[in-house]
Structure formats: structure tokens, C-alpha cells
């Protein structure tokens, strides 16, 4: 069900914001890309434009057409032939580049490791030896399923040297999401480790792979990284320890020439039905579109150590911990564990110690950075910083603010990255050298991307707030959701003609300026992760003394939103607050532990229409404690009224 339009508080507050930032002289001096007609150029000629930056990639053959576009099929670089690894590794192992650190890895308990790229060349090529030997061919789909050391990066990249797809998924997922995932993708092998630290604790993934594996028949091998020497059980004959693999394992492993267009990977998300819909980026254009946003976004120079704090199970990890920086040679460094671990101050003594230039994190990170405190970040020199991001969620002018002033000490550039697992590479941002940038906007389309607000009834609207569209084809956007057709072509293509559609508001400005302004599907953003809300009422329904459940989102002043759930129980069970308790860590051990619904509301019967739907726009009424909207559509009015006083009188 589609809401109405974005809500309109949300665009007033934007509208106020007038403060605005321009490039520090420096900076603008040497950025990577400083000419302010780039935009003109582009839009001139966008083919051209795409096309130089995928020259400066290294293919095995060059493409024949830059662009075929028959929506809503798009190929990128047509005939070309490429591999991702060679361009990621092979290409900086053998140039002078070759004893750079391609990542510096610190765990949460402080253990170092650097890898340089001729290392990572190494272990690359091993482990892709490894996967071979293992039976994996090319087209094969491989699950990842770690926590974020080197070895995860070591794992996609020999996938994509050999050409099978990986699908990484997060380690904060439950055994049977990453059952679901395994099976929707039928993967051959799982990569996990016996465990990752996350606040101090080891967080028992391969227990968890163990608990999914007794459902995931296509399931051949298991390999298996020492991360904790935990000691996990390990199944003769189908798990193997990866020290053991890559022991065995040739050194050498001749990448595989991809078609442009050949599958690289599959990336699971949330969207609008019970079930995650797999995300799929082939090789050529995804490279070109994270190679050429990493380059000039991020302003990436061989003396930058750059940091993204996403985890690799999100796409922000695939294409800016991974494929984008490396495809530029750039020093990544990487992170295992909370922020908060041992204190409040862990992120900026690595950036002290490591000297990190570039930062890249979430505003829900910021906002919890904000709680805890100036006097932590404080402390620590942070003078190394030069240029800080954001993505994930909208950021509030505030959080901006902060996140300037605190951290950026008033001379970093803040870019706001727009952008979605789907669209694999950053399409609405500042370029920090040309464009002045305004707290709370993430500005304007990348050069060579089309963007513009769209009104319900399907016209541009030049100033004001709508649907967000993109209105031309991007090297990096998804070929499809994997295994399902009809469902691509419906949720991205089927809103406007030829248009893309990302189910986002956002509002412009009289300066062409973008704000996003969040989601208007049935689609929560909480702490920067996508959930569906009918994913958390399909895990509710699935208790047995759930009869029927509506989750909608409340702001929440850290996490951006969160989920509060409406639940109908089966006659004869008693209502009670260690039923809530129970439904919640339902909900976390069926989909995972980010997802815990934040309140449990129950109520003898939910809103609906006539025609039996659940009506969520009145429920997020009344748990934002609103006026109710119009209630004539509904088949008992009542309903709501009895709810809501349920409602204020349990939260007082
Ligand atoms: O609502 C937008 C929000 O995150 C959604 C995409 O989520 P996901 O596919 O998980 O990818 C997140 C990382 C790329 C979008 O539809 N979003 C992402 N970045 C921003 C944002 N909302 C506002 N401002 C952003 N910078």
C-alpha cells in the first residue's frame, strides 16, 4: 500500500534550514574533480561520460556500445569483458602500488593486521583456488556469512576473480533469514567463521550457519574462518576450516573474464512483501559506477587512509569498504566492532591512531555519538580528518551540525550520500570540492544522473515536495531481483513510464537542492537498516498466540524509527507484559537482532477497511499520538478510538 504524500512537517522543517557551507579553499585546490561545468558536460553527454571512467578500468576486451537501454533493461558496456578482482588487486600488485596497504584491519579486542595489496593479491588468489577446488564454478552462488574482517573482502573478491556470485549476508541476521537467503540464491558453499566479537562477546555465527544449514539442501561445503577459536562442531565431510583450504590451495588463480553484464552479486533487501527480494549487480557498470563515486565523492588519494564504518553485509560495505576504494587503490581501513567498545570513545582513538583522512558512517552513529557526548571525541586528535560522509537515512540539520563541528573541527566537507541497495552506487551528493553543501540535504544528482520530484499524479514538480525519480539509466543500477521478474518490473518500473522509482520522498529546493525525506512504502529505515514491515508482521503472525499483527514506524530519536507492533491475540490468551517481552525476542531470533520491535501494543481488533485491509496510517496516528485522519473508509470506526485511548493510556 502506498502512502499519500511524504508528510509535510518534515518539509517545513527542511525548509527552514538556511545555513549553507562552501568547500574550504584547500580543499577545492585539490580535489579530484574541481570544474563546476562537470555537471553540464555530463548531462550533454552522459555515454561519454560514463565511458571514461570505465576506461581508466583495465578489461580483457573492450565494449562494443556503452549503453543498450530497453527498459527496464539496461546494459552497461555492452560485450566488454572484465574481471572485478584483477581490478581491485591484480592491477595495484603489480604496480608500484603493490606494497600499499590495500586494508588495515583492527578487531575489536585491538589486534592489527595490514594487508597490502600484494598480500591481499596472495590470499585473494588462494582463496579463489581454494573455492575451485571446493567445486565451485562460475555462475555458482556463494553465501558469505561473517563478521567484518579482512577475510570477508578476501571471500568476494575471490568469487568474483572466478566468477561465482556472492550473496553476503549480514551476521546480524537470524539462522533462518540466512536459511531463506541460501535457499532463494541456492548456494552451493557458505563462508562463515566460529565467530566475531561485538561488544566484547563473541557473537556465535557459525552456530547460527549450523542452525540454518539443517534447511539448506544446496549447501555442499562450509568453510570455515578461525576467528575466535571458539571451537565450533564441525561436520566431517562438509565443513572445512579456511587455514586449511587456503593450505592446500594453489597459488595462482587466473581471474575469469566476465562478461560486462555477468552476474557479480546477489544483495538481499527488505521491500514491500514478507519476503527480502534479492538484489542483483552484474560486473561492468556496478564497477564503473563505484569506481567513479569513490573517486570523486570521497576525493581519494593514494596518502588517504579511508574509513567506512558500514558493515560488508550491506551494500554501503560491498561498494565503498570493498569495490569502489579498491578499484581506486586506496587504503581501506576496516573495523570489527561496536563503537562503544570498551568506552564511548573507540571510533576516534582509531582515527587517532591511524591517522583515518576519510570517514564514512551513518546518522543514526552520529546521533548516538551526539548522546554520548562531546567530551569523547574531544579527547582525541582527529586533526588527520579531512572529509566526512554520511548515508543511510536521512540526517537531520542538527545531527549535520554536530557531526561538522565536533568531528569535522569546521574544516571537513560533509557529503550526504544519497543513494539504495538497488542502485549499487551514489546518486544524489555533494561533490566536497565544487558543491556548497546545506545541513540536511544531500544536494544534488552525481554528474551524469538524473533525478527530479514527481507528484502524485505523475508531474515534475520544479520546486516543492513528491515522489523522488530517477529519470535515466546509471552504470551501477540492479538488473533484476533474483528468480523474479514480475517483481522488479513491479516495485521499480510500473509507477511511470521508463522512470525509475525508489519509493522515497524528497523535496527541491528553488536551488535544485534535494532533501530526502525518507520512505513512503511500507518500508521502516531503523538504524540505518531496511526493514519491511510486513517481514516483522509475517514473523508475529508465525507465534502461536499471534492471530493477527500491523507494524508501523515511530520516530525514535537515535535510531531515526522505530517499530512499534499492533497485535490481535488468539481467543483464550492472556495479554501480558512477559508476552510482549516473548514476541519481541521472537521477532529478533526469527529475522534478527536489529529488528526487535521497540512496543508490543495489543488490542482486541486492528482497523481495517471494508474491503479488510489493515489500515497503518492510522495506527502510525496513533502511535505518534496524532489527531486521527479521516476514519469513513473504515468498517468500524470505533476501532481506532478504543485503540488510541488504549493506546495513550498504556504509555503513561
Ligand atoms: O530511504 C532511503 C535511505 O535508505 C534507503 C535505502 O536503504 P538501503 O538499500 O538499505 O541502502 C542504504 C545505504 C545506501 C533509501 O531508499 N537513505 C539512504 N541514504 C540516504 C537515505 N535517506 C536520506 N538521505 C540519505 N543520504
Redesign the pocket.
Known amino acids: 500500500m502506498m502512502k499519500t504524500q511524504p508528510q509535510s512537517e518534515a518539509i517545513n522543517v527542511f525548509l527552514e534550514e538556511k545555513r549553507t557551507f562552501e568547500p574550504p579553499a584547500s580543499f577545492r585546490r585539490s580535489a579530484n574533480i574541481q570544474d563546476p561545468d562537470i555537471y553540464e558536460r555530463a548531462a550533454r553527454d552522459v555515454e561519454s561520460f560514463w565511458a571514461r571512467f570505465a576506461s581508466e578500468l583495465v578489461w580483457m576486451k573492450k565494449w562494443d556500445r556503452v549503453l543498450e537501454w530497453d527498459p527496464p533493461d539496461a546494459k552497461w558496456f555492452v560485450n566488454g569483458k572484465l574481471n572485478v578482482s584483477f581490478n581491485c588487486v591484480d592491477r595495484w600488485a603489480k604496480s608500484e602500488f603493490r606494497n600499499k596497504a590495500a586494508i588495515i584491519w583492527e578487531g575489536e579486542p585491538g589486534e592489527e593486521r595490514t594487508l597490502t595489496y600484494e598480500v591481499l593479491y596472495r590470499e585473494v588468489n588462494q582463496f579463489a583456488s581454494a573455492l575451485k577446488k571446493l567445486g565451485v564454478a562460475k555462475g555458482d552462488r556463494v553465501a558469505i556469512y561473517m563478521p567484518m574482517i579482512p577475510e570477508t573482502a578476501i571471500a568476494m573478491l575471490a568469487c568474483a576473480r572466478i566468477g561465482a556470485v556472492h550473496s553476503v549476508v549480514f551476521g546480524g541476521f537470524s539462522a533462518e533469514s540466512l536459511a531463506d537467503r541460501i535457499n532463494d540464491a541456492q548456494a552451493k558453499v557458505l563462508i562463515t567463521a566460529d565467530g566475531g566479537y561485538r561488544r566484547g562477546s563473541v557473537v556465535p555465527l557459525k552456530r547460527d550457519a549450523d542452525a540454518a544449514l539443517t534447511k539448506t539442501p544446496s549447501i555442499e561445503h562450509v568453510v570455515v574462518v578461525d576467528r575466535c577459536h571458539s571451537n565450533p562442531p564441525m561436520k566431517d565431510g562438509r565443513d572445512r576450516w579456511w587455514h586449511e583450504v587456503m593450505g592446500d590451495a594453489q597459488k595462482f588463480c587466473a581471474p575469469e573474464p566476465m562478461d560486462s553484464e555477468d552476474l557479480l552479486y546477489i544483495l538481499y533487501?527488505?521491500g514491500t512483501t514478507g519476503k527480502p527480494k534479492g538484489?542483483i549487480h552484474t560486473t561492468g557498470g556496478y564497477l564503473t559506477g563505484v569506481y567513479a563515486t569513490a573517486k570523486w565523492v570521497f576525493d581519494l588519494k593514494p596518502s588517504d587512509v579511508y574509513w567506512c564504518s558500514?558493515d560488508i553485509g550491506?551494500?554501503?560495505g560491498h561498494?565503498y569498504v570493498v569495490y569502489g576504494p579498491l578499484a581506486n587503490a586506496a587504503t581501506v581501513f576496516m573495523y570489527e566492532g561496536a563503537p562503544n567498545w570498551p568506552e564511548n570513545d573507540r571510533f576516534w582513538k582509531l582515527i587517532e591512531k591511524y591517522r583515518v583522512t576519510i570517514f564514512y558512517t551513518a546518522?543514526t552513529a552520529i546521533r548516538a555519538f551526539m548522546k554520548w557526548g562531546t567530551e569523547w571525541p574531544e579527547r582525541c586528535d582527529l586533526s588527520s580528518l579531512r572529509l566526512l560522509g554520511?548515508?543511510?537515512?536521512?540526517?537531520n540539520p542538527e545531527a549535520w551540525m554536530w557531526y561538522h563541528k565536533y568531528i569535522g573541527r569546521e574544516k571537513c566537507p560533509v557529503v550526504?550520500?544519497?543513494?539504495?541497495?538497488?542502485?549499487g552506487m551514489?546518486l544524489?551528493?555533494p561533490l566536497p570540492g565544487i558543491v556548497t553543501t546545506k545541513p540536511g540535504s544531500?544536494t544534488k544528482p552525481f554528474p551524469g544522473v538524473e533525478a527530479c520530484i514527481m507528484n502524485g499524479q505523475g508531474e515534475k514538480v520544479e520546486v516543492g515536495g513528491g515522489y523522488l525519480a530517477i529519470t535515466k539509466p546509471w552504470p551501477a543500477m540492479l538488473r533484476g531481483i533474483y528468480g523474479d521478474r514480475k517483481r522488479y518490473i513491479q516495485e521499480y518500473w510500473s509507477r511511470w513510464d521508463k522512470i525509475y522509482f525508489?519509493?522515497?520522498g524528497a523535496k527541491r529546493d528553488e536551488e535544485g537542492y534535494f532533501w530526502?525525506?525518507?520512505?513512503v512504502d511500507d518500508?521502516l529505515?531503523v538504524a540505518?537498516?531496511?526493514i519491511g514491515t510486513m517481514e516483522v508482521e509475517s514473523a508475529l503472525v508465525d507465534h502461536m498466540s499471534v492471530a493477527e499483527a500491523a507494524v508501523v514506524g515511530k520516530p525514535h530519536e537515535i535510531k531515526g524509527e522505530a517499530i512499534v507492533c499492533f497485535v490481535t491475540l488468539k481467543e483464550g490468551i492472556q495479554r501480558s507484559a512477559d508476552l510482549a517481552k516473548q514476541l519481541k525476542e521472537h521477532v529478533a531470533n526469527k529475522i534478527g537482532k536489529i529488528v526487535r520491535p521497540e512496543e508490543i501494543i495489543f488490542s482486541a481488533e486492528l482497523p481495517k477497511t471494508r474491503s479488510g485491509k489493515i489500515m497503518r496510517r492510522l495506527l502510525k496516528d496513533i502511535a505518534l499520538g496524532k489527531v486521527l485522519g479521516d476514519t469513513t473508509t473504515l468498517a468500524d470506526p470505533d476501532v481506532v478510538k478504543r485503540l488510541k485511548e488504549q493506546y495513550e493510556n498504556t504509555e503513561a
Open positions: 533487501t527488505s538484489v558500514a550491506w551494500v554501503t561498494s546518522p554520511t548515508v543511510g537515512e536521512p540526517i550526504d550520500t544519497w543513494w539504495q541497495t538497488e542502485t551514489i544524489i551528493t544531500a525508489p519509493a522515497d530526502l525525506l525518507g520512505r518500508v529505515n540505518g537498516h531496511r
